[in-house]
């Protein structure tokens, strides 16, 4: 039976910061793990601390490296994926103010009948 090594909960979120696989982040995470066991000792608090740094690190010079592996279009991607996705937020928002504006019309419509 194999146990799966235990990564943290954030990695998912930061790896796609990050614009790497998680796979790539695990195994990142991995690295860092080992690194920190060389300075603390393992499980302790500055364990920790040390892997995550080491793996903000790392995630840093991986997606530099992946900019520099584009030729310059995955900056200009990530950044077209942003604005797609504050206009979808912004249309969602839009779209919610607008329903509520209307139950408020409605409620106000219903006391105002004679009744």
Known sequence: MKTQLKT??????????????????????????RWAAHRAAPGSSAYYKLAVDRLLELMAAESLREDAASFGWRPWARAQARLWAISMQLA??????TARGWRLIGSAARYQQPG
């Open 8 to 33: 943290p909960k954030l990695l998912p979120w930061l790896a796609k910061k990050a614009g790497i696989t998680e796979r790539r982040a695990a195994t990142l995470w991995h690295d860092a793990e």
């Open 92 to 97: 969602q928002e839009t779209s919610a103010l």
